[in-house]
């Protein structure tokens, strides 16, 4: 069944150094979202985005995050430095917004992020 | 802003009833969706409210109250596998922010034997 795929599922990096997560949504999605989640702050959205053109940002710092749809297959996330408070949870989710209305979005599995 | 409230935690017995409420102030409202969240997996979804009542999936029901804003969570017969947290989200519907979703914190539901 058709299923949102994140790469790595893990990473562990120190820091200073960049961070890249990757997300291929469900074919036939138009709209993508990244997510983060930590114990302290619950599920925030970073930045989505629909039939590729980013449409808001404003959850995410952006001085050090990046993020980007290079064709309607692939979203990344980009950390550049990473730092130990990014460490979290990143999901990224993919829906289908039609003729104005809006469905559930489905989750990927998640890449979990250590920076020490 | 936008803010969504929902207990922390809530604990039951197996087989018993559980309701989980969710009240809401947010700037647009497109819809509330009931998302479960099994420790170290991603949300699932569960249900989506956009009218006013009742809809019924097997076990879990959920209800909206636009008026009110207000939706709760009932789950049935409960059974061990329920226990997770349980996500109360709006879909936000303004001009520049349409179809984002805006979580609660979660209900961590603890099911016990």
């Known amino acids: 069944d058709a299923r949102v795929t994140q790469t790595p599922r893990h990473k562990v990096t120190e820091m200073g150094q960049e961070v890249t997560m990757r997300c291929q949504p469900i074919l036939g999605h138009n709209t993508v979202f990244w997510y983060r989640q930590t114990m302290m702050q619950g599920l925030e959205l970073l930045a989505y985005?629909?039939?590729?053109?980013?449409?808001?940002d404003s959850g995410m710092p952006k001085d050090r995050f990046s993020a980007e749809m290079p064709d309607a297959t692939l979203a990344t996330l980009k950390i550049q430095p990473s730092e130990p408070r990014d460490s979290a949870v990143y999901f990224c989710a993919s829906g289908l917004t039609r003729d104005g209305e809006s469905y559930e979005q489905y989750f990927g599995p998640g890449t979990r992020l250590t920076v020490t | 802003g936008q803010n969504i409230d929902q207990p922390t935690e809530m604990t039951a017995t197996e087989g018993a009833i559980v309701q989980i409420n969710c009240t809401y102030q947010t700037s647009g409202f497109n819809g509330l969706f009931w998302y479960q969240q099994h420790a170290g997996e991603a949300p699932t979804f569960l249900s989506y409210n956009v009218l006013d009542g009742l809809e019924e999936k097997g076990r879990f029901s959920s209800f909206l109250s636009r008026s009110k804003g207000y939706s709760y969570l009932l789950l049935k017969e409960l059974q061990m596998k329920d226990s997770a947290s349980y996500l109360c989200?709006?879909?936000?519907?303004?001009?520049?922010?349409?179809?984002?979703?805006?979580f609660g914190a979660g209900t961590q539901v603890v099911v016990t034997p």
């Open positions: 989200a709006v879909l936000l519907r303004t001009t520049d922010s349409w179809g984002k979703l805006q």
């Open positions: 985005f629909r039939n590729r053109a980013p449409l808001d």
